[in-house]
């Protein structure tokens, strides 16, 4: 390029630099970057200063290494604002939104949909969520920064598929990283675990990463009876792909291999017991209707779980209680931002853990008397929006039935595009279910 061509277009592009960089600026509202729209100027304009290394008199290899290293510390750092700032990718790692997401996708979270959350724990190892492959955490707590949200183009809506920190992530087991904290210690009690096993704790932003469908919003009140959705005392239509169990007798025979293969029915999740010719699988309502036309199979019936005599412990609010079940399920209400929750020690439960590790609070029960920072109340004015989600399959998934609200500070984006998609269980080409790749997530 021509000295004259490069005047010529060093004006544009500065211009069109300086405009994109102050824009971002603004939006994260850190000021003080600002200083390097100087920087900007004298690479552009004023051209002052050699930003070059041959005034130091380095040897030319070494200059080489270094300037390869601005290169890789530059590009570091545009993918990491990338990944923060506007979307990442995630991989489903299980069946729990089937037939919405399934096992083996790929998707794009956009970041920008609900608002950039900014870092809480800033000292990290880039691309590592919360562990390094040994097992060892990835990430420092000595700087530890308070919760913060950009602006977005939107906010959550009913019918989302939203990816958020896992809230009750905040402590595992270590020699169970897959498993519940709060379900191994209802189990077995919390003396045992602590003394048996090596626990860890992480901050809200270093929890596991979760995807389900937003159903309810702040200030909603949700109902599940008999395995349907009611928002606000209004039904839910399910949306497309929601799974439900299902009983399905055959007239003495196992349906067979090729029929299952044509509806994608892994055969590994069919469960057949041949006294009864009944086969126990998960349907949508179109694979439903489509075996009811069957001339093999004699009925279908949808599973619901009754209401049980005794605590289900899985259940929230894991409370005597509440004798609530994954189909039979509050009514409870979703608490919002400003709401003032009139407390006793029956509704407790329901928010014990929203003021104590969501709000982070001291919360004791004495007697009949709620100390909040030892101070008795029966009121608490809530700090944040939360909201309730579900899996689309429906009985195969730990969702807000099981350990209740999302809070606002642990949701990450919305899903929006699944980029690929790849059989969990085959490798190659064998594996890639084409007809799902640049789908919309819906």
Known sequence: MTPMRRTRWRYPVFAVLLLAWTLIVIWIRCWYLLLFNLVLLDLFITRKIDWTLRKYGLPRKLQAAIEWMAVLVLALGISLAVKILFVEAYKIPTPSMEESLLAGDFIFVSKLAYGPRLPNTPLAIPFFHNKLPGGKKSYSERIQLPYRRLRGFSR??????????????????????????????????????????????????????????????????????????????????????????????????????KLLDSLRIKQTTVTYNPVNSLHVMYLTEEKREFLRSREEVRSIKQY????????????????????????????????????????????LPLYQRIIEVYEHNELRLEGDRILINDEASREYRVKMDYYFVLGDNHHNSADSRNWGFVPEDHLLGKAVLIWLSLEPDQRGLEGLRKERIFSPVK
């Open 304 to 347: 619901v779980e009754p209401m049980l005599s005794f605590q289900n412990q899985e259940i929230f609010p894991h409370s005597d209680l509440y004798r609530w079940t994954a189909d039979h399920f509050g009514p409870l209400r979703i608490p919002a931002r400003g709401d003032t929750l009139r407390l006793t020690p029956e509704n």
């Open 156 to 257: 959550v809506r009913r019918d989302d598929v939203i990816v958020f920190n896992f809230p009750e992530g905040d402590t595992m087991v270590v020699q169970y990283p897959g498993q519940n904290y709060y379900s191994l210690v209802r189990q077995y009690g919390r003396d045992y675990i602590r003394s048996r096993f090596e626990i860890i704790t992480h901050p809200a932003d270093k929890r596991e990463n979760y995807i389900k469908r937003c159903v309810a919003l702040p200030g909603d009140t949700v109902l599940i009876k008999e395995g349907s959705l009611y928002v606000n005392g209004k039904t839910r239509p399910n949306p497309p792909g929601k799974k439900f169990r299902h009983y399905v007798t055959t007239r003495g025979e196992r349906l067979p291999d």
